[in-house]
């Protein structure tokens, strides 16, 4: 997705894991460069706070004093207190606290596609008990948090959505932007003229049934919102003789076996389309239709079998492709 239009600069950096692409329409291109280091910088800070493959991450030091009190920043209480709640919401489908069975299922370090030919650091399943993440205690008088026996938290993808949306706040200031965060789209206004931004939904890594390997499926155009999509089309690996993925089920603490590759979420708020998408990928193609519709949320499903569902919230939202 390479949007053109007057004026519209472009800065592209790696963050968190993921390629990073942020777009802002402005008139003063000297202007433009700052802001759009301004809003690497505030990838940088995020993950200095965020990352569970940073030591010294505050959340990795948060993870390494379990059943103490911690005061956190103000970032990391955010983000947290957002993963509860939508892990509440989700009815524990979405769940922020399996980075045990995350380690477990070999992805300990940052993912590279090398891994598909063998990554021999899967241990013996553990898994976590299910409903772990009620077993982090919050403190809002002092912004603390308590890790209780054992839960330890990877804040993934709500970490990514959450600071994507913050720098599109920022520099809706300033003008129209766009944020791609790995693949989750976030947006602001769209360009001066536009509804939204012209974005598309993609075919699963490497989906040949009737398509070509990531080729855009679905158009739409993006405003003031997050189109996140959660897929176990692309980090996984071999271990064992065995294919592992990094999304986790929460009921059973292993790689979660779902009949989806992908599931993408549209959302106001990016943390909720960042969870809803992994919650539904794990329930599997009926109930994550069923869920989705419960609570009218625009969602495309792309099924192992090459099949798409789209929820009638989403289905409205699709366009032709933008000339």
């Known amino acids: 997705m390479t949007p053109t239009f007057p004026h519209l600069h472009l800065h592209r950096f790696r963050a968190m894991g993921s390629e990073m692409g942020v ?46 009190w911690v005061e956190v920043s103000r970032l990391l209480w955010r983000v947290v207190t957002s993963a509860l709640q939508l892990a509440e919401e989700t009815d524990g489908l979405f769940d922020p606290t399996l980075l045990d069975a995350m380690l477990t299922a070999g992805y300990d370090r940052p993912f590279d596609p090398a891994w598909r030919g063998g990554n021999g650091h899967v241990a013996a399943n553990a898994p976590p008990l299910f409903g772990q993440w ?7 008088a002092r912004r603390a948090l308590r890790l209780s026996h054992g839960a330890r938290l990877d804040l993934g ?14 520099l809706s200031v300033w003008g129209p932007c766009l944020v791609d965060a790995g693949g989750d789209l976030s947006a602001g206004d769209g360009p001066a003229g536009e509804s939204g931004w012209p974005v598309a939904v ?5 989906m040949t049934a009737g398509d070509t390997p990531d080729r855009p499926a679905l158009h739409l155009w993006l405003s003031n919102a997050t189109l996140a999509t959660s897929g176990v089309d692309y980090r996984w690996w071999l271990s064992g003789g065995r294919r592992h993925h990094h999304v986790i089920d929460p009921r059973t603490g292993r790689a979660a076996e779902t009949d989806l590759l992908t599931a993408t979420v549209l959302s106001a708020d990016a943390a909720r389309a960042e969870a809803w998408a992994t919650a539904l990928l794990v329930a599997g ?10 609570h009218d949320l625009p969602v495309a499903l792309f099924a192992a079998d090459g099949r798409l569902s789209l929820t009638p919230a989403l289905g409205r939202l699709i366009v032709d492709e933008p000339s």
């Open 23 to 68: 777009w802002l329409q402005l008139a003063d291109g000297d202007a433009a460069e700052g802001l759009l280091r301004g809003a690497a910088a505030l990838f940088d800070e995020a993950e200095r706070r965020l990352s569970r493959f940073d030591p010294d991450s505050e959340l990795s030091r948060l993870n390494e004093r379990p059943d103490e």
């Open 134 to 140: 009620q077993l982090v205690e919050r403190d809002g």
């Open 157 to 170: 993808g709500i970490a990514k959505g959450f600071t994507a949306r913050q720098v599109v706040d920022w």
């Open 202 to 206: 993609a075919a699963p890594s490497g």
């Open 285 to 294: 193609q009926t109930t994550a239709l069923y869920r989705a519709d419960q």
